[in-house]
């Protein structure tokens, strides 16, 4: 009888671990960068590298952003510069909405809210190897309260 839990909790495990894993397939890197005192100095620059093996394939790239439920703005504006492997650099100011004209909350959670926005979607990475992207928060102000995280989330597109 022990023998016959041992090997279906065995079971049990083995294929929850294949579900988990078969769900996130896609991933290519995913990564998060702590604020310290969830206080963004506009100095402090948040850097994510990650590898490309895969030419060929199209990759959706999404910024994450971790914020208070009380921070004060609906939006929080970006520098982002990524850069190749090649050398070549690109810089990007992006406005990043995170609640609605009413106020709503576009992320999910609870005291700290979780937001995955699209940045680059069925985007080619040109040459293989290291690219890094970098990110400044732009809002005019040298210390920004209300951010906890940022994220860096690079998956595959699946071919259909």
Same mark, same amino acid.
């Given at each position: 009888?022990?023998? !016959?839990?041992?090997?279906?909790?065995?079971? =049990?495990?083995?294929?929850? &671990?294949?579900?988990?894993?078969?769900?996130? !397939? &896609?991933?290519?890197? +995913?990564?998060?960068?702590?604020?310290?005192?969830?206080?963004?100095? *506009?100095?402090?620059?948040? *850097?994510?590298v990650f590898?490309?093996?895969?030419t060929l394939?199209? $990759?959706? @790239?999404y910024i994450?952003? !971790?914020?208070? /439920? *009380?921070?004060?703005?609906?939006?929080?504006?970006?520098?982002?510069? /990524?850069? #190749?492997?090649?050398? =070549?650099?690109?810089?990007?100011? =992006?406005?990043?909405?995170?609640?609605?004209?009413?106020?709503?909350?576009?992320?999910?959670?609870?005291?700290?809210? &979780?937001?995955?926005?699209?940045?680059?979607?069925?985007?080619?990475? #040109? $040459?293989?190897?290291?690219?890094? @992207? +970098?990110?400044?928060? #732009?809002?005019?102000?040298?210390?920004?309260?209300?951010?906890?995280?940022?994220? =860096?989330?690079?998956?595959? @597109?699946?071919?259909?």
């Open positions: 009888m022990k023998k !016959r839990i041992k090997k279906v909790f065995i079971l =049990l495990i083995v294929f929850s &671990n294949v579900f988990f894993i078969s769900c996130d !397939r &896609n991933k290519v890197y +995913e990564g998060f960068e702590e604020i310290p005192g969830d206080v963004w100095d *506009n100095k402090q620059k948040i *850097n994510f590898e490309i093996d895969d394939a199209l $990759h959706n @790239v994450h952003i !971790r914020h208070a /439920s *009380n921070y004060q703005y609906k939006n929080i504006w970006l520098f982002v510069k /990524s850069s #190749a492997p090649n050398g =070549l650099v690109q810089i990007d100011t =992006l406005e990043c909405n995170l609640a609605d004209d009413l106020g709503k909350w576009y992320g999910k959670g609870g005291d700290i809210l &979780n937001l995955q926005m699209p940045w680059k979607m069925n985007v080619r990475f #040109a $040459h293989k190897g290291k690219y890094s @992207v +970098e990110y400044e928060q #732009a809002m005019r102000m040298e210390q920004l309260p209300g951010i906890a995280q940022m994220g =860096l989330r690079v998956e595959k @597109v699946d071919a259909k």
